[in-house]
């Protein structure tokens, strides 16, 4: 933006806004030199800088700089040799005490952007340091500056108590005060005296230095202190003398370190003026907009100058690149058209537009204004002429990146030449690719929206009834003038306002009406939209409150569902455990307390609510009291499960239990009915599978491999115990003998297993180890 383009739109005013928050001089400088940029890196960087110091969290939007001043020009004199006041070199010091603490503020995790600016700052802090130790903050020099200053100001005590108690001793003495014309101590010529009579002066030996305008006082220096005034005017000279070479040491100091002052202080400025944005963002409620892209889109964006502005929206560029805005005189045509460029001018320069969030603001490489009325006397311009003069470099300079704001185009002249030159610009505008707002009355600009598809109308609102301006800006509307009826309403002649109306021929009329009704139909359907658009939110609001429910729900299922699992999986811990000692306690226990145990294991299951292995029905009772015979399914001995007798050897009778034969005493048998799964079918239903849970008197271990067998072997033992078998079969195939001896060094270590032998004739042989189960003692 060119200087007249920023002034036309009150730049500086707003500069000086923001320059308010500001707390040192160099940062009100920095903002007032604030200018828009069409760099997109630095615009980029600018806002990634404002959005950290903005940050509550950060340390930086805490800091306090107030106190800095700019060192650059203390330092260029320090730098040719000259002396700095005790008050410039304070100034100096606090201005490097304010660089270390906006150094610390920042920090590359949170604060990147930042860090990258003011991280790498190096303020001379030895000079800090050799300042503070020399200079109070009042501007004085210390005492202990320097030895030499620290000795001189001892004597210069000394002897300035030596003086005051010789001028006490004659202010007090009665010989002397009828000498002196006042008991008081007052300065002459740099020196102390008191005041004496001139007729007494000659009692009084001393020096006069000085007498009252009236010639009846002489100020007299006594001769007692004549001596110790000079010494202590001596020491005085000394003391100056050390002073100006403390001085000129520090000052020094400061030349020598004169590029790291000067980066202190612009770094200070511009951490200032940041910081003055944040601030006057946050009281305007202003926020970045998005930068790039061809569209200009305002969203409910304020003049920054007015105190209670009326938000103004609009969208501008892509294919619809010349926004014309018309109504009638004060209703905020020109308002609208600077909140624009000064929106235009804010985001351009890094900082935020007081908008709604959705403003965008593409990067335009030049902005030109044609605002205000350029008529001018001296240099003999009209009205006309001194728009000419902006609008001739406008055409030339328009391009793709332009932005072009002008107010009444085409006026100043002739209306219906005025009018053919506004559209023949606008269309001259359009061509070169630039990008435009302008304000009319002319009715043939705003009949170009109907026209050319890249053209919109805007208008700004009058309220017929009370005959003032509403300052809204309602896109897509044309808007009228309203000079006629504003003129009839203030009391103008209706024979004058009816002569003026028949002036204006009746086609204009006609298109009036027809434009006023159209706009009236476009707001009815701008109604209709908002309501469907509030229908929709509302419809959007309820689906996703439902979803929120859903979701309460689902983690209220999920909660439950969880404590269920944790309860479960705590009983069935405290069951595992619980059946691991019964099992530990049977296998241990010798045949008797093995029964009891089982008989415990299957009471505890029971108070579950869990049937044992075979007890979904209840056990076969035994037959009456009578032998065993051939045929018979019996109990008794060492048979916990039913077995069927197959032979009758003698005392003993040999059973078959699965695929194994036992011989088992006769007199231990009882007759009992069949196993569920041995009785006679009732049906030609397939007989039932053999029960979940119950123990086979074998296990097949051929196919695995020797972890696999060893782990199927260990449950089926469990399993057999469990069911009170005393011998099982281990198969485990001849093969190599690999997973025989496998199974034997298992068996030889399990404390449920008393004995086992490989099989002999009938049993499998080799492969087939035969268990003893019981405790191995």
């Known amino acids: ?3 007249y383009s920023l002034e036309r739109l009150e730049w500086p005013a707003v500069l000086e806004r923001i320059a308010r928050w500001t707390e040192t001089d160099p940062g009100r400088e920095a903002v007032r030199a604030r200018r828009p940029q069409a760099d997109a890196t630095w615009l980029l960087g600018e806002q990634a800088a404002f959005r950290e110091a903005a940050d509550p969290r950060a340390s930086v939007r805490q800091l306090v700089l107030a106190g800095a001043v700019d060192p650059r020009p203390l330092v260029a004199r320090a730098a040719k040799g000259a002396t700095l006041s005790p008050e410039d070199l304070w100034r100096l010091a606090v201005t490097v005490e304010r660089g270390i603490r906006l150094k610390a503020a920042v920090d590359p995790e949170r604060t990147p952007t930042l860090w990258a600016r003011y991280g790498p700052l190096n303020p001379p802090q030895e000079v800090r340091r050799a300042i503070e130790a020399a200079v109070t903050e009042t501007g004085e020099i210390r005492d202990d500056a320097s030895a030499r200053l620290f000795d001189i100001r001892q004597r210069i005590r000394a002897v300035e108590e030596e003086i005051d108690r010789i001028f006490q001793d004659i202010l007090r003495s009665p010989a002397w005060r009828q000498v002196l014309m006042e008991p008081l101590v007052t300065i002459r010529a740099g020196r102390r005296v008191v005041p004496v009579r001139q007729e007494l002066r000659h009692q009084l030996p001393g020096l006069v230095h000085d007498q009252s305008g009236s ?30 070479r403390i001085l000129r040491q520090l000052s020094e100091m400061v030349g020598k370190n004169r590029l790291r002052f000067e980066a202190l202080g612009t770094a200070l400025a511009e951490a200032d003026a940041l910081l003055a944005a944040v601030r006057w963002a946050e009281a305007v409620d202003a926020h970045l907009p998005r930068l790039g892209g061809a569209v200009l889109r305002l969203e409910a964006a304020r003049h920054p100058l007015l105190e209670r502005p009326v938000p103004i929206s609009l969208e501008c560029g892509g294919p619809r690149r010349a926004l014309v805005i018309t109504g009638p005189n004060t209703g905020g045509k020109t308002v609208a058209l600077k909140c624009t460029g000064l929106t235009v001018a804010l985001a351009l320069a890094g900082w935020p537009v007081p908008a709604e969030p959705g403003t965008a603001v593409p990067i335009y490489a030049d902005v030109l204004v044609d605002i205000g009325d350029e008529q001018s006397l001296e240099q003999n311009l009209s009205t006309f002429s001194g728009h000419l003069r902006q609008i001739v470099p406008m055409v030339e300079r328009a391009g793709p990146d332009t932005l072009l704001l002008v107010d009444e185009i085409g006026a100043g002249t002739d209306p219906e030449e005025g009018a053919a ?26 009949l170009m929206a109907y026209s050319d598809p890249r053209v919109v109308n805007a208008q700004v609102e009058f309220d017929r009834a009370s005959l003032r301006p509403t300052y809204r800006l309602v896109m897509g509307q044309p808007g009228a003038s309203h000079a006629l009826y504003i003129a009839e309403r203030l009391g103008l002649d209706p024979g004058v306002v009816a002569r003026a109306r028949s002036l204006m021929g009746q086609d204009h009329v006609d298109l009036e009406a027809v434009i006023s009704r159209l706009n009236e139909t476009e707001r009815r359907l701008e109604a209709e939209r908002r309501e469907a658009e509030a229908v929709r939110r509302r419809l959007e609001a309820a689906e996703r409150d439902l979803q929120a429910e859903r979701a309460r729900w689902e983690r209220r299922r999920e909660q439950v569902l969880e404590a269920e699992r944790t309860r479960w999986r705590r009983a069935v811990a405290d069951l595992t455990a619980r059946a691991e000692a019964v099992i530990e306690a049977a296998r241990t226990a010798e045949r008797a307390e093995r029964e009891r145990a089982l008989t415990r294991l299957r009471e505890e299951m029971r108070s579950w609510g869990l049937a044992p292995a075979g007890e979904e029905e209840p056990a076969p009772r035994p037959a009456k009291d009578r032998p065993v015979a051939v ?35 006769r007199a231990e048998l009882v007759p009992t009915a069949p196993p569920r799964a041995e009785r006679p079918a009732r049906s030609s239903a397939p007989r039932p599978a053999r029960p979940a849970g119950a123990a086979r008197p074998e296990v097949d271990l051929r196919g695995l491999s020797a972890a696999d067998a060893l782990d199927a072997l260990d449950r089926f033992l469990d399993q057999a115990v469990l069911s009170g078998l005393d011998e099982v079969r281990v198969i485990h195939g001849k093969g190599t003998g690999v997973l025989r001896r496998a199974v034997a060094d298992f068996l030889t270590s399990d404390r449920r297993v008393s004995g086992f032998r490989l099989g002999g004739a009938g049993e499998g042989g080799d492969g087939v180890t035969v268990v003893r189960l019981g405790a191995s003692g």
């Open 1 to 3: 933006m060119n200087a």
């Open 421 to 446: 030159l506004a559209v023949a610009l606008l269309e001259a505008f359009l061509e070169r690719g630039a990008t435009a707002v302008v304000t009319t009355h002319f009715l043939r600009v705003k």
């Open 631 to 665: 045929g018979d399914w019996a109990v008794g001995g060492r048979l916990a499960e039913p077995a069927r007798v197959v032979a009758l050897a003698g005392d003993e009778a040999v059973v078959e239990a699965g695929a194994l034969r036992l011989r088992v005493p």
């Open 215 to 244: 010639g009846q006082t002489v100020f007299v220096e006594p001769m007692a202190v004549v001596e110790r005034q000079n010494r202590l005017a001596a020491l005085r000279a000394e003391e100056r003398h050390e002073i100006d």
